[in-house]
Nanobody
């Protein structure tokens, strides 16, 4: 599976962005897609995940209620809709995939098999 993240950009605080994670391959609908973010000199942080075969979603507390993860199996694409953006949300966002990740690892970046390149989100205050 190859992943291509896009949709980052500059937005004012309080604004919205939608990130996309386009995947190649025929197994997209069986994947769990995770979004992570990483600031310079910090560890990669879990943001959200979705099990595409069930639609179950998971969020970090810091984004719950503001971000929404979704998937479109027909388009082989997952999305991260980010509303009410804050300056502290500004960093590089990555999407990742795993075909059979267990629940206890769903927030663990090292557990994911496939990674896309990052997309930069900048939030001006």
């Amino acid at each position: 599976v190859q992943l291509q993240a896009s949709g980052g950009g500059l937005v004012q605080a309080g604004g919205s962005l939608r990130l996309s994670c386009a995947a190649s391959g025929r197994t997209f609908s069986r994947q769990t897609i995770g979004w992570f973010r990483q600031a310079p000199e910090k560890e990669r942080e879990f943001v959200a995940a979705i099990r595409l075969n069930s639609g179950h979603t998971y969020y970090a507390d810091s984004v719950k209620g503001r971000f929404t993860i979704s998937g479109d199996n027909a388009k082989n694409t997952a999305y991260l809709l980010m509303n009410h953006l804050r300056p502290e949300d500004a960093t590089v966002y990555y999407c990742a995939a795993h075909p059979s990740i267990i629940l206890s690892n769903i927030r663990v970046s090292q557990a994911y098999t496939y990674w896309g390149q990052g997309t930069l989100v900048t939030v001006s205050s």
